[in-house]
């Protein structure tokens, strides 16, 4: 015997007509995904080291960090274009400095900067130092955005595979959307683009699939069990009974991203926080973008291939 649980986000029999927003849905997406493109071009992503090139430091001094001492222990060894910032503590700093033409003059330079910080700067350790070459940068550049482009494309394959073609076209079209709400917020939020924001969208687009996947699973199946009812009502209906395991599903995985993003530190939390936006995006847009989408490719071909089988048994029986 099963016990009911004691908690339900929505209660069961939940009649929410979804669809009746499917069209202020869909113009939002398309607004917010608009103006992420605008952000992406201006004021554009900020790069990392990972794709921009050149090299990172992180000091740790001897007490509150002295910016104007550190600023002179760089120009002693022609740091160039550089960039020093607080780093989490009062005494952790990190450095940014340009790129230099050739690998060698990249650790050469990262080799002078070290020994005038340590000279100039008493008491302060060089706790990391980073050096990514330009053609480095931009050969990672063209791997990260080819790593999304084949995800896209085999998340394409495999639900044309496994549903009709009016479910991949409509999954794939969502998941480009909420890729590009993403970068919006990236470019919004000035979170550093590296290869470890590639990850985290490639999360996000793995994570909303499978919940485009949960909710197309059950629409198919009450394809073949409501044979004549509008496919609009059965996407609502479809929507509704899985609604508590879509929800209950992101909430967990909010509340597990959520510490790492306000107490994970630099390093961990830009990942945490691009994941707890591609969270909401990605179950807003199963209800409000995917289904729509479905909704409007498929309202006469999935509703004429679900009633065939009526149609012929039908036939059959007639004299």
Avoid: C
Wanted: net charge positive; no cysteine; glycine share 8%.
């Amino acid at each position: 015997m099963f016990i009911k649980p004691a908690f339900r986000i929505v209660r069961d029999g939940t009649q929410i007509k979804f669809m009746k927003g499917r069209f202020a849905g869909l113009l939002t997406s398309a607004v917010l995904s608009l103006a992420s493109i605008v952000l992406f071009f201006h004021p554009g992503l900020n790069l990392g080291i990972d794709f921009s090139g050149g090299v990172v430091i992180e000091l740790r001094t001897n007490g509150p960090a002295n910016f104007p001492q550190i600023h002179e222990a760089l120009a002693s060894v022609h740091a160039g274009e550089q960039g020093v910032q607080r780093f989490g503590a009062a005494d952790d700093v990190l450095i940014r400095l340009g790129t230099q033409k050739t690998e060698a003059e990249t650790q050469r330079l990262v080799a002078d900067v070290r020994s005038a910080l340590e000279k100039d700067v008493p008491g302060s350790k060089v706790m990391r130092a980073d050096a990514v070459g330009a053609s480095v940068s931009a050969e990672l550049f063209r791997n990260g955005l080819l790593a999304l482009g084949i995800s896209l494309v085999m998340i394409l394959v495999y639900i044309w595979f496994r549903f009709e073609w009016q479910f991949a076209v409509g999954a794939v079209v969502t998941l480009i959307l909420d890729v590009t709400k993403a970068i919006g917020f990236l470019a919004l939020t000035r979170i550093e683009f590296d290869l470890v924001m590639v990850a985290a969208i490639l999360t996000i687009l793995g994570y909303s699939t499978n919940d485009k996947v949960v909710v197309y699973d059950r629409v198919r199946e009450n394809l073949r069990k409501y044979k004549t009812m509008p496919l609009r009502d059965l996407i609502d209906l479809s929507i509704n009974e899985t609604l508590n395991r879509t929800l209950g599903t992101s909430m967990t995985v909010f509340l597990a991203s959520l510490p790492l993003a306000l107490f994970g530190g630099e390093s961990i939390s830009g990942f945490a926080w691009v994941m707890l936006f591609g969270i909401v995006v990605g179950t807003s847009s199963s209800i409000f973008i995917a289904a729509p989408i479905l909704l409007f490719l498929g309202e006469h071909r999935l509703r004429r291939d679900a009633a065939a089988p009526v149609r012929k048994a039908q036939a059959t029986l007639e004299p």
